[in-house]
């Protein structure tokens, strides 16, 4: 294989092996006062080689690069997640003006950016004839780092998606206990492969899990929140 090829394979209870020298960068996510995610905030850029290794397994004491303590920890990295396309998973909020979501709740990691205080994603819809509301809809859409959610401006159209770069983004997130170690989100339609070959659908958004304890690996569910995983 073309090591130039950009493309992320994951190893059998083992490691994301990271083909093409594809840009590695941390990420921290911003809150308000009320501890509602706004946006991400890049903090570094971290040095690479054109192929290289990030831990899966959460037991690495080189986090975010694998150290190979996925061995000793017997790490069971089975992937159990849908192969499938995200479309034949799709809710349809259509109910709106000038606007379409579509929803695919199988890969929704908790992000928190799809509400704030006062209004979810779902009650913004039907008001959505309103510029700013929808205004504010697409926001939100566009910032769901999973893909969950996306938006066409008619049922008949093709989603509409944010211009994201080909990226690896280890994140960092924020919660009322402090911060916790968030999920790979890789961005910019990078193919994503299984250890036995198998490709996940190509999308410009996908979170990773890298906690080890996702129940849909190797896609991030938002366990990690849940289980308040602190970054080394």
């Not at 991400?40 to 004491?61: A, D, M, N, Q």
């Not at 509400?115 to 959505?128: G, I, K, T, Y």
Request: hydrophobic share 30%; charged share 25%.
């Amino acid at each position: 294989m073309d090591k130039k090829e950009r493309k992320i394979v994951v190893r059998k209870n083992g490691p994301y092996v990271v083909y093409g020298g594809i840009p590695l960068v941390r990420k921290v996510q911003v809150c308000s006062e009320y501890g509602e995610p706004l946006t991400w905030r890049k903090v570094e850029t971290i040095p690479t080689g054109e192929v290289y290794t990030l831990c899966r397994c959460g037991h690495s004491r080189k986090k975010p690069f694998c150290d190979g303590s996925h061995a000793a920890a017997h790490f069971d990295g089975t992937e159990t997640a849908d192969t499938g396309p995200t479309a034949a998973r799709q809710i349809t909020y259509n109910e709106g003006t000038g606007i379409v979501v579509r929803s695919d709740p199988y890969l929704c990691m908790e992000s928190g950016f799809c509400a704030n205080r006062f209004v979810s994603f779902r009650e913004l819809v039907p008001q959505s004839d309103d510029p700013e509301v929808r205004r504010q809809l697409m926001s939100m859409v566009d910032h769901c780092p999973s893909g969950s959610l996306t938006f066409a401006l008619t049922e008949e159209d093709e989603d509409v998606e944010p211009d994201l770069p080909e990226q690896i983004a280890v994140t960092t997130e924020q919660t009322s206990e402090g911060p916790i170690a968030g999920p790979l989100w890789v961005t910019g339609n990078i193919p994503i492969e299984r250890a036995d070959g198998r490709p996940f659908e190509t999308r410009n958004r996908v979170t990773l899990c890298r906690c080890g304890l996702s129940k849909i690996m190797p896609l991030c569910d938002g366990t990690h929140r849940h289980e308040h995983v602190v970054e080394d």
